[in-house]
């Protein structure tokens, strides 16, 4: 007769069986289920994936240095300030640039009278070459007369001597004459006086004149925020000192610093996502990838790694990949330069080249600021030589 206690026992043990069992199956299930979503979170998505945090906002940063030297009497923008292209920053003292002006515009003056004389002066040596021509010719003509009377015993040979000599003398004045027309004429030979050699350098010594009186002025080159301002009021300036920074907002874009290992498939323009830590995973920005560096970030350094003397280590280098932010996006959510990122790179298209292929068909970047200082130098040129001009058809001779 069986014991109550062992079939007790042997059913316990049964259920505990049936128990571990079942705990094994359900193991080996969510064991093949997680096998079986890793892979498949591969295969779909982890290796068309790449992804990295080392990613900061970067853009110009337009640093407004002085071309000349001058002393501070005005500054037009503090920090945080928004400017247009254009824009006054920074004005120093005029005072010296615009005695420096009005020296030049006086001496581009006298020097378009002192062509207009170098032109007057041709007209008066053909003048006086005419006349001696006509000299020559009242000489030639009374020597000719006074042969034919000597020749018939009329006058002396004294006075055919002397007829010979006045012949000679007209035709050295002659001579004489024709060699300073020459000289002149050299001297204004195929030009007008706007493009007299003269004229022209006392235009280029207005230009840079005038250059110079505009320089005390520092201008904005480019629509942006105020940054980084150090200038002072009295403060004296020499040329390329620092001043302050103008940073176009609407001009940035992300330097992710991708692991060697991850840029096999990278592509220039595989599309982007990308989380700022400013706004979280609430705002999205989409972008491409607009280049991969040519270099490393250690190779560019300030000091390099020496990896040729001691102990060595390999480390896994970075190279910054530059990604390019829809504006759009940009606009409705503003970055700032040197924010943290989190860059996620789509590598399934990969027909894009890995390195430019061509060299750029236009400027980057460029400002027009600038421009119109010599375009008003050359009106105040083009003012002064017409003024100074005896008519349109001195000018234009």
């Known amino acids: 007769m069986a014991n109550p206690t062992d079939t007790a026992v042997n ?12 705990w094994l199956i359900a193991l080996a299930l969510i064991v093949v289920a997680l096998g079986a979503g890793t892979w498949a979170w591969h295969e779909l998505y982890g290796r068309w994936s790449e992804s990295t945090d080392d990613a900061y906002v970067n853009g110009n940063v337009v640093e407004i240095t002085p071309l000349i ?34 020296a030049a515009e006086a001496k581009l003056a006298r020097a378009v009278r002192q062509v207009r004389g170098l032109y007057s002066n041709v007209d008066g040596q053909k003048a006086q070459v005419a006349a001696r021509k006509a000299e020559l010719q009242k000489a030639q003509e009374n020597y000719n007369r006074r042969k034919t009377l000597a020749a018939g015993g009329a006058i ?24 300073q027309l020459n000289t002149t004429t ?18 280029a010594e207005l230009r840079q004149a005038y250059l110079s ?3 005390t002025t520092l201008v904005a080159p480019v629509t942006g925020y105020v940054a980084k301002r150090t200038v002072q009021l009295g403060q004296r300036l020499e040329p390329g000192t620092a001043t302050m920074a103008v940073i176009p907002l609407d001009q940035l874009w992300i330097d992710a610093n991708f692991k060697e290992t991850q840029l096999r498939n990278m592509r220039i323009g595989q599309p982007v996502e990308i989380t700022a830590d400013l706004y979280g995973s609430d705002v999205k920005y989409n972008g491409t990838i607009d280049s ?26 970075r190279v910054p990949v530059r990604v390019h932010i829809n504006p759009e996006q940009l606009a409705r959510h503003p970055l700032r330069i040197g924010l943290s990122t989190l860059v996620d790179v789509d590598l399934h298209d990969q027909s894009g080249p890995v390195l430019a292929q061509q060299p750029p068909q236009k400027a980057s970047f460029a ?31």
């Open 11 to 22: 059913e316990q043990d049964v259920n505990n069986q049936r128990k571990r069992k079942t």
């Open 213 to 215: 009186n505009a320089r």
């Open 69 to 102: 030297s001058g002393t501070v009497v005005s500054i037009g923008a503090d920090d945080g300030d928004l400017v247009q292209a254009g824009q006054e920053l920074i004005r120093f003292d005029p005072s010296d640039a615009e005695v420096g002006l009005q």
């Open 186 to 203: 050299a001297l204004v030979d195929d030009t007008v006086v706007s493009s007299h050699p003269e004229v022209q350098a006392a235009a």
């Open 292 to 317: 991969l560096g040519a270099g490393t970030g250690s190779a560019f350094a300030l000091l390099p790694a020496q990896n040729a003397t001691g102990n060595w280590i390999k480390i896994v280098q």
């Open 367 to 397: 400002t027009q600021v600038y421009d119109r200082q010599l375009a008003e130098a050359d009106t105040l040129i083009a003012r002064l030589i017409h003024d100074n001009s005896a008519s349109d058809k001195t000018a234009q001779r």
């Open 156 to 179: 002396s040979q004294e006075e055919l001597s002397h007829a010979r000599d006045d012949l000679a003398s007209a035709q050295s004045a002659l001579s004489n004459a024709q060699q």
